[in-house]
């Protein structure tokens, strides 16, 4: 099978600094350039074209990259990655209409809420085998659900409404239907998450997830203290969710349970499975594919979820490295037989 | 006699009703190769699971430069001196062989998540010492040219001579090696016992399972046999080929077609 | 409150008992399929969900029952329960061993580690869920009453009720039946050879793919006698209730020690229990709290559960 992110990673390594700064510069100001593109092919006709670009698409294309730290790059599967989502929301929301507090007062709260929870839930169930995780997560992702339901400070179903926009940044007002403005934002958000991830996966700790990953038992064994990176990855991943709840709510002003359901967890779970667990860009193009097109086809909007739950059987069982594979490609090297895939 | 480095003091081990182990006691020297062999299901693995921490002993005691390895957390034994090889090649696939030592040597990095994260001057300095001290160790084991491959592409004997480079990627100072002569044909045993040998003199201990009898007898100072859980042999090569009940334990067994 | 307990106390455990047969039931879908291959079966729970619809359709669409039908009796009404039951079992007994077919064998058979058939039953259950939510309108069913729940004497002071009794009567039959099958039939004998020790089993020659598929099979007829059994108690379900009853069986099944007919029936039994009088004292709106609140205790306290094997990463 060809694997398109090698022959990425080829053209990138071959190039130059200059050629890269060059490459990195078109690719971010073509992404920027998105929603002026809306007149085009590209027009949603279900929603409006740049409120989809900021919901569902950069969010979830944020999310995923949060969640790939945790499932691609460590191998923890995490089911309730939306409870990070809902608990930085719901700290916005919270602060929001009852403090003075602003919109970047209140991320590094919302982003500190989620990592709190996550060494919270992380510290004993990443303890457990694998499935044991993906089980303990999917409860408390619903849990936090139900809590956001019962609790009469949290709103019961009614939710927080009233959440305030973003303060201006540099001249910069965000109106609540300016959605250009809160797209570049995120792209920023996404932009620093991404230069993150790609820091630290290429250093210590990217080999010492990686090595979890492929083989736990002789990660530890070979001194890996492989617990603390789990904590680390799964924290991590959470502070990703945090954030993104954080600016979703300041950009909807209005939030409830139902926007924090399970299947916020599954959808952002098939983004990072679709797109190729472990790379970033694979997961990236997954995030943007699925949150793009059930606003782009009418019947896909209907059945997202069905469809994206076909996703998950026919990729883990037809082509489970995903869209973009992780990296299977060996540096200059003739050898043919580098190239066979692992199956 | 050089003082000893590891010490397995009536160490039993018990899964459920069968006993693995039972009451064994011996010393590793420093700088010595002790070879440990047995008949199949004596229980060498066991003792270096016991040894590694994966098991925690029913009763006895375990001593690794006279400090107790009770209850320790695996990769602190490793990261105390002890490192090992898999009898079933355990490898980071997905990984090169460069990059499986440098997750070894890792364990000696100072710097955090934070100083990787911000590329500190430390981190970086480490980055590019382990790399060094990586490729270094590759061409000691012989497998140099190799760096940048997936391990999991690599040929069988490279892969397994890739364990070891691995485990002295953690700096120990005693290696276990768990059958590392597996599948190798006779020349390719030849060149692994020069590879241990020139580990030893380079200052390690290492303590050896083995199924091939000649490869043993021809690189150990010391061996250790167990049978059944038992220890019924501690003795120069020699004198343990010629012991009476050794040679009984392997009568009624097969020995294994390596 | 606790003086109201106690006067309720017995209709409580009534109740109690049976919803935890029902947990006994769908947690040998988990426990069973755990015992052989050491995965968790995810989509279980929607097997669950879809053995409540065929009851529903049953009594509904085959017997023409409204909602305002008079009840059935004496032949009539032990025929409909009976073909209900039948309905349910089979039904959720196939579609378990299609979703091992589609969701597990191929993965299976790669070795591919325990994330990927996860992921992968994770979307079976998913596209199952969606599809009745589509053809349901995402509204809750209710099953018309074929039964009169009538009370049928007391115990103490507590009414005991109809359903309740049938319930409690019937599970134990099929569990009975269940533990014959496992500890007298040939293939019985072969699921638990493979529970123990997968790879000897295979070098003595048992079909791998045969037990795996039997396993799911009799997981999914309890897991549909369990839906049978809902609709009779609680006369309604839709397409969420599913993930509810399955997180909560999941859970008895861990108490209990997964991997384990014992432990499932323990499990299942304090589960039910547990849940009932937590809900007198909180309200039924914290119900699946409680559940997970027992849940991460037991795994973080207690991981091996009461009789089960080990949770806690293999080692080397």
């Known amino acids: 099978m060809i694997n398109l992110r090698d022959k990425g990673a080829e053209i990138w390594e071959r190039a130059n600094r200059p050629q890269r700064v060059l490459m990195a510069i078109s690719f971010i100001a073509m992404a920027a350039a998105l929603p002026f593109l809306g007149g085009t092919f590209l027009n949603t006709p279900i929603a409006d074209y740049q409120s989809v670009l900021v919901y569902p698409i950069a969010m979830f294309v944020l999310m995923a990259i949060g969640l790939n730290i945790v499932i691609g790059k460590s191998g923890l599967l995490d089911l309730g990655y939306v409870a990070f989502f809902a608990i930085g929301a719901y700290t916005m929301g919270l602060l929001g209409t009852r403090t003075s507090l602003n919109t970047w007062e209140i991320l590094p709260i919302g982003i500190a809420m989620a990592m709190f929870s996550g060494i919270i839930l992380g510290v004993p169930a990443l303890k457990l085998r694998g499935d044991y995780l993906a089980i303990i997560t999917l409860g408390f992702g619903e849990i936090i659900r139900i809590v956001a339901l019962n609790l009469e400070v949290l709103g019961r179903s009614g939710g927080i409404i009233g959440i305030p926009t973003p303060p201006p940044i540099f001249g910069i007002e965000y109106a609540f239907d300016s959605h250009r403005i809160y797209y570049w934002t995120l792209l920023i958000i996404i932009l620093f998450a991404i230069w993150m991830v790609r820091r630290l996966s290429v250093r210590r700790a990217g080999r010492a997830w990686e090595s979890i990953r492929q083989d736990e038992d002789a990660a530890e064994l070979m001194g890996v203290p492989t617990f603390k990176y789990k904590v680390w990855a799964f924290v991590l991943g959470a502070s990703v969710g945090g954030a993104a709840g954080v600016f979703y709510a300041s950009k909807t002003l209005f939030i409830a349970p139902d926007n924090f359901t399970l299947q916020i967890s599954i959808l952002i779970l098939a983004c990072v499975v679709f797109g190729g667990m472990g790379n970033i860009w694979g997961v990236i193009a997954g995030a943007v594919i699925l949150g793009y097109l059930p606003d782009r086809i009418r019947f896909l909007s209907d059945a997202r979820l069905l469809v994206f739950g076909l996703v998950l059987v026919i990729m883990m069982n037809l082509r489970p490295d995903g869209l973009l594979p992780r990296k299977k490609r060996e540096k200059a090297l003739p050898n043919k037989d580098s190239n066979k895939d692992k199956s | 006699m050089s003082t000893s480095i590891l010490s397995l003091k009536n160490v039993t081990m018990r899964f459920g009703g069968v006993t693995a182990l039972n009451d064994v006691t011996f010393d590793v020297k420093e700088k010595e190769i002790l070879g440990l062999i047995g008949p199949n299901g004596a229980g060498k693995t066991t003792v270096f699971n016991v040894i590694t921490g994966v098991y925690q002993i029913t009763s006895g005691s375990i001593e690794f430069q006279g400090k107790s390895l009770a209850g320790e957390k695996r990769y602190k034994i490793t990261r105390s001196g002890i490192a090992r090889t898999f009898q079933n090649i355990r490898l980071w696939g997905d990984m090169t062989a460069l990059e499986n030592v440098m997750t070894a040597t890792d364990t000696h990095k100072r710097s955090g998540l934070v100083g990787g994260l911000f590329g500190s001057p430390i981190s970086r300095k480490e980055e590019k010492r382990d790399k060094k001290r990586a490729q270094e160790l590759l061409d000691f084991i012989g497998i140099g040219e190799y760096a940048d491959r997936l391990a999991r592409n690599l040929p069988y004997g490279v892969q397994r001579r890739l364990e070891i480079a691995r485990a002295l990627g953690t700096e120990p100072k005693l290696i276990l090696l768990d059958e590392p002569a597996a599948g190798f044909n006779p020349a390719e045993k030849v060149e692994l016992a020069k590879v241990i040998r020139k580990i030893r003199d380079a200052g390690y201990t290492i303590l050896l399972i083995e199924h091939d009898m000649s490869l043993v007898m021809k690189v150990s100072d010391r061996v250790v046999v167990l049978d059944f859980g038992q220890k019924i042999a501690d003795n120069t090569p020699q004198k343990v080929q010629d012991d009476p009940r050794v040679i009984e334990a392997y009568l009624g067994v097969p020995e294994d077609a390596s | ?316």
């Open chain 3, 1 to 316: 409150m606790i003086g109201n307990f106690l006067d309720q106390f017995w209709s409580l455990t009534f109740g109690g008992l049976s919803l935890g047969f029902i947990y006994i039931l769908i947690a040998l879908g988990y426990t069973m399929v755990y015992g052989v291959l050491r995965m968790i079966n995810f989509a279980n729970s929607e097997v669950f969900m879809v053995a409540t619809f065929a009851t529903i359709i049953i009594v509904r669409d085959v017997y023409n029952f409204t909602q305002t039908s008079e009840y059935a009796t004496g032949f009539r009404l032990w025929l409909i329960l009976g073909t209900a039951l039948l309905a349910s079992m089979v039904v959720a007994g196939v579609l378990s061993v299609l979703i091992e077919i589609v969701a597990y064998r191929r993965l299976r058979r790669m070795n591919s580690g325990i994330l990927a058939p996860l992921i992968s039953a994770i979307g079976v259950s998913m596209v199952l869920a969606e599809a009745v939510r589509m053809m349901t309108d995402s509204r809750p069913v209710a099953s018309p009453r074929a039964m009169e729940k009538s009370f049928i004497g007391k115990f103490f002071d507590a009414d005991i009720r109809l359903d309740n009794t049938i319930i409690i009567f019937a599970a134990v039959i099929l569990l009975t039946l269940l533990l014959a099958f496992v500890n007298k039939t040939r293939l019985g004998k072969a699921i638990r050879a493979v529970s123990m020790n997968g790879n000897a089993a295979k070098l003595m020659g048992i079909n791998i793919d045969g037990v795996v598929s039997i396993t799911f099979l009799v997981g999914g007829l309890m897991t549909g006698a369990a839906g049978f059994f809902y609709v009779l108690k609680y006369e309604n379900t839709s397409f969420s209730i599913g993930f509810e009853l399955g997180i909560a069986a999941f859970t008895a099944a861990i108490l209990g020690g997964i991997g384990n007919i014992k432990g499932a029936f323990y499990g299942g039994l304090a589960l039910g229990l547990l849940e009932t009088y937590a809900s007198f004292f909180l309200g039924t709106q914290w119900k699946a709290v409680t559940v997970f609140v027992v849940l991460v205790l037991i795994l973080y306290t207690k991981p091996n559960g009461l009789f089960g094997e080990a949770m806690t990463q293999t080692r080397a």
